[in-house]
């Protein structure tokens, strides 16, 4: 485990951030409310005002961490890097909305996405957060401890063949190399619009499997691909080590997660047929 909280000390602040953004979200339940910008983020996004308010609701929580001693580095989406603490190791990786279009638009399916690491690349990622906003399930990875969905262990189906697979990121023009290379091995494309729930849905074998069309930041899958994986699910990040895909605001991948090994090969050569993928 990470120097610094509990695994259970971490899961108390990110469900406190939680009950506060239902709260952001009731108290701006129109599309007009949630459609109001303020600037770029640290993660190349314009902001909205709601990305912010969800982030200092995270950000209150990481200060009480801190007032209690514990050190560590912050990389948000909106706020960039933020460290508390001295010479902290820990790295806390947070999307306060992964998910921005459809919070905006009104449409449910979003997500808190936070990991915590005890370094700074993707295999060491210890704990994994989804909190999704439209059912309202939680799902966490602990590593070597395996998935749960609220509160209940879960693993990953052995795959049948690929029923349903979700595109991420579907940007048109991306769409149609992807399509011609999943023609005849998956049988529907769902188009969630967040990651983090695509990735964890995979690992609860909801879909066979998830791509992105356009690279993804850290933020988006650092949280997700624990869990999908403690589940048992397959993730690729372009073929990199997990120890080799860094923890930070630069990075950008093509990520892609399956029930089985077979269909992980399958959905990134959907990928690799991108023609300009960044
Ligand atoms: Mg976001």
Same mark, same amino acid.
């Given at each position: 485990?990470p120097e610094g909280p509990s695994v259970e000390r971490w899961l108390q602040a990110f469900r406190r951030s939680v009950e506060k953004q239902?709260l952001i979200?009731?108290?701006?339940?129109?599309?007009?409310?949630?459609?109001?910008?303020?600037?770029?983020?640290?993660?190349?996004?314009?902001?909205?005002?709601?990305?912010?308010m969800c982030e200092d609701t995270v950000f209150a929580e990481l200060e009480t961490l801190a007032a209690e001693g514990h050190a560590f580095i912050a990389?948000s989406?909106?706020r960039?890097?933020v460290e508390f603490g001295d010479?902290p190791?820990t790295r806390v990786v947070i999307?306060p909305?992964?998910?921005?279009?459809?919070?905006?638009?009104?449409?449910?399916?979003?997500?808190l996405?936070i990991?915590v690491?005890?370094?700074?690349?993707?295999?060491?990622?210890?704990v994994?957060y989804?909190y999704?906003?439209?059912?309202?399930?939680?799902?966490?990875?602990?590593?070597?401890?395996?998935?749960?969905?609220?509160?209940?262990?879960?693993?990953?189906?052995?795959?049948?063949?690929?029923?349903?697979?979700?595109?991420?990121?579907?940007?048109?023009?991306?769409?149609?190399?992807?399509?011609?290379?999943?023609?005849?091995?998956?049988?529907?494309?769902?188009?969630?619009?967040?990651?983090?729930?695509?990735?964890?849905?995979?690992?609860?074998?909801?879909?066979?499997?998830?791509?992105?069309?356009?690279?993804?930041?850290?933020?988006?899958?650092?949280?997700?691909?624990?869990?999908?994986?403690? $589940? @048992? %699910?397959?993730?690729?990040?372009?073929?990199?080590? /997990? !120890?080799? =895909?860094?923890?930070?605001? +630069?990075?950008?991948?093509?990520? $892609? @997660? %399956?029930?089985?090994?077979?269909?992980?090969?399958? /959905? !990134?050569? =959907?990928?690799?047929?991108? +023609?300009?993928?960044?």
């Amino acid at each position: 485990m990470p120097e610094g909280p509990s695994v259970e000390r971490w899961l108390q602040a990110f469900r406190r951030s939680v009950e506060k953004q239902k709260l952001i979200f009731e108290q701006h339940p129109t599309i007009e409310s949630r459609t109001a910008y303020e600037g770029i983020g640290e993660g190349g996004d314009n902001t909205l005002v709601i990305d912010r308010m969800c982030e200092d609701t995270v950000f209150a929580e990481l200060e009480t961490l801190a007032a209690e001693g514990h050190a560590f580095i912050a990389v948000s989406e909106e706020r960039g890097t933020v460290e508390f603490g001295d010479s902290p190791s820990t790295r806390v990786v947070i999307d306060p909305i992964d998910g921005s279009v459809n919070a905006r638009r009104m449409i449910p399916a979003h997500s808190l996405s936070i990991a915590v690491a005890s370094g700074d690349s993707m295999g060491e990622v210890a704990v994994g957060y989804v909190y999704e906003f439209g059912k309202g399930e939680e799902f966490v990875g602990v590593l070597g401890q395996g998935a749960r969905v609220d509160g209940v262990e879960f693993t990953t189906p052995e795959g049948d063949g690929m029923e349903l697979v979700a595109m991420e990121a579907g940007k048109p023009s991306r769409v149609i190399p992807v399509a011609e290379v999943l023609d005849g091995h998956a049988y529907r494309i769902r188009s969630p619009g967040s990651i983090a729930i695509s990735l964890s849905y995979v690992g609860a074998g909801r879909y066979d499997g998830m791509l992105t069309t356009r690279p993804c930041r850290s933020v988006d899958a650092a949280a997700a691909q624990l869990i999908a994986r403690e $589940a @048992g %699910a397959f993730v690729a990040f372009e073929g990199l080590e /997990l !120890s080799n =895909a860094p923890l930070d605001l +630069e990075r950008r991948y093509q990520l $892609a @997660g %399956a029930c089985t090994e077979g269909d992980l090969e399958i /959905l !990134s050569r =959907a990928q690799a047929a991108i +023609e300009n993928p960044a």
